[in-house]
């Protein structure tokens, strides 16, 4: 059964840090690129980071500098380390491969607010 379990999200004030984690199943993680997308409230899915197979990584401009994404072979899991946190990242965050999505998993909700 194909799944993704994203995990890591919570409350935080700017400036602040968060840590998110995905666990994929189902498919055979170590052969696909993966990425990071949030979605906002009354805005529409946004693609914020990706990783290829090589580890080879892209970020959108809101986030380069701030946000780092990461994988694990051995545990078929990505990550993304956010810092420096604003207002605007708030949203829901999700994982999926790249650039053919499977179905979304539930996300991870992210709030920044003091």
């Known amino acids: 059964q194909v799944q993704l379990v994203e995990s890591g999200g919570g409350l935080v004030q700017p400036g602040g840090s968060l840590r998110l984690s995905c666990a994929a199943s189902?498919?055979?993680?170590?052969?696909?690129?993966m990425a990071w997308y949030r979605q906002a409230p009354g805005k529409g899915r946004e693609l914020v980071a990706r990783i290829s197979l090589g580890g080879v990584t892209t970020y959108s401009d809101s986030v380069k500098g701030r946000f780092t994404i990461s994988r694990n072979n051995d545990k078929d899991t990505v990550y993304l380390q956010m810092k420096g946190l604003k207002h605007e990242d708030t949203a829901v965050y999700y994982c999926n491969r790249f650039p053919i999505w499977i179905p979304w998993g539930q996300g991870t909700q992210v709030t920044v607010s003091t």
């Open positions: 189902g498919f055979q993680f170590g052969v696909n690129a």
